[in-house]
């Protein structure tokens, strides 16, 4: 009786056991379904990249967020020489000088990149993008070179570009030079700043005193200013900073070394000005004179004149990249510019898109990836640093940047990576990974995720556009700028805060003999079921 009372009990749970079982077959099925093979593929090392260095054409050195001035030399690309064409604009129109005006002094001022830092009472500076500790000699002459905004071949339409090739220009046309205004020698840049006395004290009776930041300055002489400013009160050269461009057309800044060492740095324009201090009789005659400022600011077109003087072994290196396999190393230069190319997933085209015999135009590992349609969960290009070739360096480049290399834009990581910030070095810092260093503090690697780039390609057909890459110190504003002709292959425009920097490196290419630190295409993608 017993044994018969629990048979129906077993069954019952023999029942549910057998459910369950089921149930989770029936589970495993559908989540594959759903699923498919979520398994992780390894770094695909085999994904092909071209990369090889082209030395740009000259491009395009107006409108820049900041200027160079001086003479840089780089243990591996040499010395490269920064000289300056300044187009200077009145701070007031139609000035009034006063009775018997007398200009006193004159006073050019260029302020340097600096941090103000105050320990106490005390006040220091840390300078910013300056290099080199060797004095050079800058001489100011009288521009006879008319700098126009507007391009006439436009029909006055669109932007006048200059380009950094203009010394040649100068070099051609000696009459394009005028007179010499001031030389300044044996210039060294220095973190000290000025300090003035006003003549006033403060509650504690205190002289107070006014401070100025680091930076070139220096006084010019009164007579040139005398004859070109003051004498000409009520002219119709200062009737309109138009007509004063017309009259004074600029001042040329030309910087020499007498060895291949020097000094050099940037500055912004809008805080470079020459100030002209004159005193003239009061109208009340019981006051005696007054003092007045007229300012000269930069604020009108600035050009960058740049010559690189490459060794030859360098120069030979980049003369003839092999575009159809890659070079061995990459060069990348600031400045005058040498920029890599990088073209993904190679040159190999026999298939069509129907991986049928028949080239298409596209290459066949992209056409495969393109049928197989992975879900791309990552993709790099990882620029190893050619250790053997930079042990010289002493300012590696923290930052280089990737680029659409045919629309001369930024990529789309470059628009959704959401480390966005106003700091230099970490600003889109997932796309554009900073320099990241060895156990000894060198350069070892730049890791570039390109992950939507590359899912674009292969999910939605995007043209495999060659990419560029270029050093930079400022990855905030890429301020892309036209060279002057098309380059192949299909270069138009680089960013302009590549020009700003003399730096550079060498990294392993696409066909390094180091297979380890050979460039590739790394993947990680999710196959469908």
Aim: charged share 25%; hydrophobic share 35%.
């Amino acid at each position: 009786m017993k044994i018969k009372n629990l048979l129906p009990k077993l069954a019952a749970v023999l029942f549910i056991i057998v459910a369950l079982a089921s149930c989770e077959e029936d589970i495993d099925i559908i989540g594959s379904e759903i699923v498919g093979d979520n398994t992780f593929i390894e770094p695909d090392q085999t994904n092909s990249v071209i990369a090889y260095s082209r030395k740009l054409v000259p491009i395009q050195t107006n409108g820049l967020s900041a200027y160079q001035l001086g003479v840089n030399n780089n243990p591996i690309y040499g010395k490269s020489t920064a000289n300056l064409l300044s187009q200077v604009t009145l701070s007031e129109i139609e000035p009034e000088f006063g009775d018997s005006t007398s200009l006193d002094s004159v006073v050019l001022y260029i302020p340097f990149f600096s941090e103000t830092q105050v320990v106490g009472e005390e006040t220091t500076y840390k300078l910013d993008s300056v290099y080199g500790e060797d004095p050079i000699n800058i001489s100011l002459f009288e521009s006879n070179y008319f700098l126009r905004n507007l391009d006439p071949e436009s029909g006055f339409q669109d932007s006048q570009n200059y380009y950094s090739d203009l010394e040649k220009t100068f070099d051609n046309n000696p009459g394009l030079i005028g007179d010499l205004i001031f030389e300044i020698e044996d210039f060294v840049p220095s973190d000290e700043g000025f300090t003035f006395p006003t003549g006033e004290v403060d509650e504690n009776d205190d002289p107070i005193v006014e401070r100025l930041a680091p930076g070139l300055r220096v006084k010019l002489p009164v007579d040139f200013f005398q004859q070109k400013i003051i004498d000409m009160e009520g002219s119709p050269e200062l009737l309109s900073n138009n007509n004063f461009k017309e009259y004074f057309r600029g001042i040329y800044f030309k910087v020499e070394s007498a060895t291949d060492t020097g000094s050099f740095f940037l500055f912004r324009p809008s805080t470079a000005n020459i100030t002209l201090h004159y005193s003239f009789d009061d109208e009340d005659e019981d006051s005696g004179r007054n003092d007045e400022t007229l300012q000269l600011n930069f604020g009108g077109i600035n050009v960058s004149l740049l010559d690189d003087e490459l060794p030859e072994n360098i120069a030979t290196a980049i003369a003839n990249p092999d575009v159809e396999n890659g070079d061995e190393n990459l060069y990348i230069k600031g400045g005058d510019g040498i920029a890599g190319v990088v073209q993904l997933f190679g040159r190999e085209d026999v298939l069509n898109a129907n991986l049928e015999s028949g080239s298409n135009g596209v290459p066949d590992e992209l056409d495969i990836l393109r049928d197989q349609k992975p879900l791309i969960n990552e993709a790099n290009l990882v620029f190893y640093v050619d250790k053997s070739k930079t042990s010289a360096l002493e300012n590696e480049p923290e930052r280089v940047i990737i680029f659409d290399a045919t629309n001369g834009t930024v990529l789309v990581d470059y628009l959704v990576d959401p480390m966005s910030s106003e700091e230099l070095l970490t600003h889109k810092t997932n796309h554009l990974g900073r320099l990241e260093k060895d156990a000894n503090g060198d350069g070892d690697f730049y890791k570039i995720k390109l992950t939507t780039h590359v899912s674009n390609l292969i999910n939605n057909d995007s043209t495999n556009v060659p990419l560029g890459l270029m050093v930079t110190d400022n990855v905030v504003q890429p301020n892309f700028q036209d060279l002057e002709n098309t380059q192949s292959p299909g270069l138009k425009r680089v960013p302009g805060t590549s020009v700003l920097t003399p730096k550079g490196t060498i990294l392993h290419g696409s066909n390094s003999q180091n297979e380890d630190r050979r460039l590739k295409l790394q993947l990680f993608y999710t196959k469908p079921n």
